[in-house]
């Protein structure tokens, strides 16, 4: 049995629902990956295999809700009104029944080696243990949505995202790169999966996750990075914490510190006023070590736990202290050999016009110039 973690990517779907009292339990239904969710306030509470419709009979998409519930049903042959099979081994509804629409409905089994195949005339068949659970936490009136879906993203409760591309068992959807991108795009872990691994998984389509990484949001000094800037350019704005790794993406950093970037892409490497580090290109976007903040961006911090449960990166500046200023060599030598003189008061001289000029325009040492966001590419030597 393939291992599921998380709330699916889907769940966002769930809003449509009615806001009513006994709406608070949603079952959804994905009939590309034969499985069911219950969730309760968007919280999924189990997780079900299935057995669907047939090619020639799919299962319907759509959104319904439980109309009837039934204690061990009686099965009416649709082409033959007149035969009935009563409650009992012999019956394919198994032992409970909860209609969702017409003659379609969620119920167990007498052929357990039928869930997870397209096997029924359009019903949804459960594993008896699982169906009777079932039966017992929702009520009439529980919303259903069906939907397929080859394409599922999910984030585990450990924050991994992971996706899954399942098999078009009806051959009605194809799935490209594109499709998949679209779907990764709003986690923040789109640089870490090349579109080469994408199309392999699209033609695997075996419905197993492919573990991405784990995105944090993060904020420097009370502001958190954005991913558009006034231009509306995009960026990818949340650290990945991937194979050990803390990723964070440079260039939002540096718009809020509005600090100037050179790019050195033969050496791989980024430079700051403040130093130099190894930094990593992906997909365009430039990313470094987050245990190389303080070198990059003068700046301390790492990896928290909200007030609200939630893990973020959090960084603050730190001030700048000037380094020591060393002696010359011999100092103390050239002292015992430099005879001292009476003070005399200076001489007024006045200073060349050019000194003058000079004085005016340059600015004091500790005056830095504004340093405007920006990522300036090295010239090669």
Request: glycine letters at 8%.
């Amino acid at each position: 049995m393939k291992k599921f973690y998380g709330v699916l990517a889907i769940i966002f779907m769930l809003s449509s629902f009615a806001a009513t009292a006994q709406a608070e339990k949603k079952i959804y239904i994905n009939s590309a990956s034969r499985l069911m969710m219950l969730y309760e306030d968007n919280t999924r509470l189990a997780m079900y295999h299935l057995g669907l419709g047939k090619v020639s009979t799919p299962t319907p998409t759509g959104y319904y809700k439980i109309t009837e519930k039934v204690i061990n049903p009686s099965w009416i042959d649709p082409s033959d009104p007149e035969y009935e099979i009563p409650s009992g081994s012999d019956n394919p509804l198994g032992y409970r029944w909860m209609q969702i629409w017409g003659n379609y409905g969620i119920h167990g089994t007498n052929n357990p080696s039928s869930i997870g195949g397209y096997v029924s005339n359009g019903c949804i068949r459960m594993n008896e243990r699982d169906v009777e659970e079932l039966f017992d936490a929702v009520e009439v009136g529980t919303p259903v949505e069906i939907t397929y879906n080859r394409v599922v993203v999910e984030k585990t409760p450990e924050d991994e995202v992971a996706y899954y591309i399942y098999p078009d068992g009806y051959g009605i959807q194809d799935v490209n790169v594109g499709d998949v991108t679209k779907w990764l795009e709003p986690f923040g872990v789109l640089p870490f999966e090349s579109e080469y691994d994408i199309s392999q998984k699209i033609e695997a389509a075996d419905g197993e996750p492919t573990f991405i990484g784990k995105p944090y949001n993060i904020e420097i000094n009370g502001e958190l990075t954005k991913p558009t800037d006034a231009n509306n350019t995009r960026f990818y704005a949340k650290a990945v914490l991937r194979d050990g790794i803390s990723y964070l993406p440079v260039v939002p950093i540096a718009k809020i510190l509005r600090m100037k970037l050179e790019w050195n892409k033969t050496e791989a490497s980024l430079r700051s006023k403040f130093g130099k580090v190894i930094c990593y290109e992906r997909k365009g976007q430039l990313y470094c070590n987050a245990d190389d903040a303080m070198i990059l961006f003068n700046i301390e911090g790492g990896l928290q736990t909200g007030e609200d449960g939630k893990k973020i990166f959090r960084f603050k500046s730190t001030p700048q202290v000037a380094p020591p200023i060393e002696k010359p060599k011999g100092d103390k030598q050239r002292k015992k050999n430099t005879v001292e003189k009476p003070f005399e008061e200076p001489k007024d001289e006045t200073k060349p016009e050019e000194s003058q000029a000079e004085e005016k325009v340059r600015p004091a040492l500790d005056e830095e110039p504004e340093m405007q966001p920006e990522l300036k590419q090295e010239e090669n030597a």
